[in-house]
């Protein structure tokens, strides 16, 4: 079977958030199976892209309205790079910027859309899916359905999946003339609250749509940031698969960022030696429970909070506490601001770092999730192979990966995105990290918990087979 993935992102080439991990290892672990799974993505000016050869495979020209422009699509000349195929979008100055996302990007995902169905249009050897991640992606299922001049695929199975359901790639009304010609009286296909809402259009055209967890699925029927109807509408071909993790580069036995390389039977001195590098160049107190958070600064994460719940429970200067992290400039700023009143005691690393993100896994005792949205979230898993315990709130992704200590689970997990439940799930914490011997023994249980692709993958790839 051969699928094509569509996406923004994907890793190790262009990395925002976990979108780019899912990109990066479905692929692979479908291959794994028994499917040939590829790439496209647009064509970024990177540290990845600067730092390999490329050939182009396909010259054309794309129309965007009126506009034409050329593009090519890429592959990377050394093919051992990545366990799968992957294939680029060049377009000169609209796709090939710094960062992934940028303000124009109506434009350059419309194009970066047209081009990859385009491509798909030539191929001789056509995809037997063709699986969108998000709304950057949205409307390919819409013009794959619908556009005049795609009409030749509109027999091959489209998927979306649904990463993230507050970010839609709203556009006006105006941008119509861009999407390739189709019968005007579909328009409505593509509209929601009278706005091109892309992310409403892949959920009404996909064959199927896919959310990154089943409890999301649910959570999204009453609130989605306004799509909620269309998902209840929707939802006989509305799954929920959860995600899992890339188990080659989340492995701390191997892990080449981290200080030291552990695995479970030696997990006390591997944990103690990242803590104590993390410790002495954050000035942290290595000796107390090292509480860390890793993300988005953004409501979602319930990032705007952390700075009052750490101020608070850093009070009693008992545990110390890491953020890596990078967003709201409020947000930024506050936690930034805190680094002297809790000197020895907190620190806050303010942008983006994937090699410190490994250590902090690795090194601290727990990793915090107060989210107020979680899809899926990577991060809980992340942390439990590393044997890190995971104070989540209940909702999605999180939900459905992290079981309290109290009901016979290895993690800790509050009801609400409060400052009070913020905290309290911090203090059990420290409780737990008291009972030494008990918090050692999960430390080791929670390593063997298994959240690789394997079952996932398979679950997609069964869902490719039931509409094909
Ligand atoms: P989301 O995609 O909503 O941001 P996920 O939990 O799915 O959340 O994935 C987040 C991914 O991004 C993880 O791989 C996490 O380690 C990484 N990440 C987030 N912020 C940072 C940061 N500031 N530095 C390094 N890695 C980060
Ligand atoms: C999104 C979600 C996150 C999920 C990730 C990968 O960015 O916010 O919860 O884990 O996509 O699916």
Known sequence: MKIIHISAECYPIAKVGGLADVVGALPKYQNEIDANSSVIMPFYNNKFTQSHKFASVYEAHLKLGSEELPYNILKIEDASVLEFDIFF??????????????????DRFLVF???????????????????????????????????????????????????????????????????????????????????????????KCAWRVTTVSPSYMEELKYSA????????HENSKAFGILNGIDTDV???????????????????????????????????????PLFAFIGRLVGEKGAELLPYAMDH????????????????????????????????????????????????????????????????????????????????????????????????????????VSLQDIVLAINRGKDFYNEKKEFKANRKRIMSIDHSWKVSAKAYLNLYKSIN
């Open 89 to 106: 979008v060049h377009v000169d100055n609209l796709l090939y910027t710094e960062q992934v996302y940028t303000d124009n990007d109506i």
């Open 113 to 203: 859309q047209i081009a990859a169905l385009d491509w798909i249009l030539g191929l001789e050897e056509k995809p037997n899916i063709i699986h969108c991640h998000d709304h950057h992606t949205g409307l390919i299922p819409f013009m794959a359905q619908e556009s005049y001049k795609y009409e030749s695929l509109n027999k091959i199975p489209v998927i979306t999946t649904i990463h993230n359901a507050q970010y839609q790639g709203w556009m006006a009304y105006d941008n119509l003339y861009k999407i390739p010609r189709f019968n005007i009286e579909n328009v409505g296909l593509l509209l929601w609250d009278d706005v091109i809402n892309p992310l409403a259009a892949a959920i």
């Open 225 to 232: 940031n306004g799509l909620e109807s269309l998902l209840s």
């Open 250 to 288: 989340w492995n701390p036995e191997v892990d080449k960022y981290i200080i030291k390389n552990y695995k479970k039977t030696t997990v006390e001195t591997g944990k103690k030696e990242n803590k104590k590098w993390l410790c002495s160049q954050f000035n942290l107190d290595e000796s107390k």
């Open 313 to 416: 429970a850093l009070q009693s200067k008992d545990i110390s506490v890491i953020v890596l992290g990078s967003g709201s400039k409020d947000t930024e700023r506050q936690l930034f601001d805190l680094i002297p009143r809790h000197s020895g005691n907190y620190n806050a690393f303010i942008g983006y770092d994937e090699k410190l993100s490994h250590i902090i896994y690795a090194g601290a005792d727990f990793l915090l999730m107060p989210s107020r949205v979680e899809p899926c979230g990577l991060n809980q898993m992340y942390a439990l192979r590393y044997g890190t315990v995971p104070v989540v709130r209940r909702i999605g992704g999180l939900k459905d990966t992290v079981i309290d200590i109290e009901d016979q689970g290895f993690g800790i997990c509050h009801n609400d």
